[in-house]
């Protein structure tokens, strides 16, 4: 059964650095998200990616946040200056169409110290 | 802003029992609705969804049922197995309007015991 990928599973890393989450997609699948989860709260969206462009991003994708989809099969989530408070569980996820169930990849933790 | 709110934090069940999970919601714009359940380490893996359209949606022991006026959803297991304990979320979108984001509730962890 296709499945999300995503690398690394765990992530540490120091304030004011710069880190790339990468995520493998279902391959026929059209729309990518990115979520978070900060320990102990709700899983919350970040943004949506449809037609190689963002449709939607939440107030917590600031400047900071940028994605990407270098080539046809990954999807990148990029902090370009860490805080401590980015420190969550990052869900890439995709789905087929709109109305569609959204499909989670297994999570990567990322701890900034 | 809890627009999507699972009050209760947990719930334990004995294996053969049903299980109910309930949800509500604030904003009547919500068109799609969806549940999810998350072992530890792992990402959500969807269960079943229903559309407000409809008022009960039904796979296999799980039957998720709708009610517009209450804006209130509910996840029904039936038999519970101890394989079924995890956190389970529930999840909805406003799809009419363009936006894609599932806004999560906060999740209710499941126990079932043998």
């Known amino acids: 059964e296709p499945e999300v990928t995503q690398t690394p599973s765990h992530q540490v890393t120091q304030m004011g650095q710069e880190v790339i989450l990468r995520c493998v997609p279902i391959?026929?699948?059209?729309?990518f998200y990115w979520y978070r989860q900060i320990l102990g709260q709700k899983v919350e969206f970040l943004v949506s990616f449809y037609n190689n462009e963002i449709s939607e991003k939440s107030e917590i994708f600031d400047d900071q946040f940028s994605v990407e989809r270098p080539d046809g099969s990954n999807f990148t989530l990029k902090i370009r200056s860490t805080k401590l408070e980015d420190s969550a569980m990052y869900f890439c996820a995709s789905s087929p169409g709109i109305l569609s169930e959204q499909y989670f990849g297994p999570g990567t933790r990322l701890t900034v110290t | 802003d809890q627009q999507v709110k699972q009050n209760s934090p947990s719930l334990s069940v004995q294996e053969g029992r049903i299980s109910i999970l309930n949800c509500d919601y604030t904003n009547s714009m919500f068109d799609y609705f969806l549940w999810y359940k998350k072992y530890p380490a792992e990402g959500p893996t969807f269960l079943i969804s229903?559309?407000?359209?409809?008022d009960k949606n039904e796979d296999g022991r799980f039957t998720v049922f709708l009610n517009k006026s209450a804006k209130h959803l509910s996840l029904h297991i039936v038999p519970s197995q101890p394989g079924d304990s995890a956190v389970y979320f529930c999840a909805a979108s406003y799809t009419q309007g363009g936006s894609e984001k599932l806004v999560f509730g906060k999740g209710t962890k499941l126990t079932v015991n043998p």
């Open positions: 391959s026929n699948h059209l729309y």
């Open positions: 229903i559309s407000s359209i409809k």
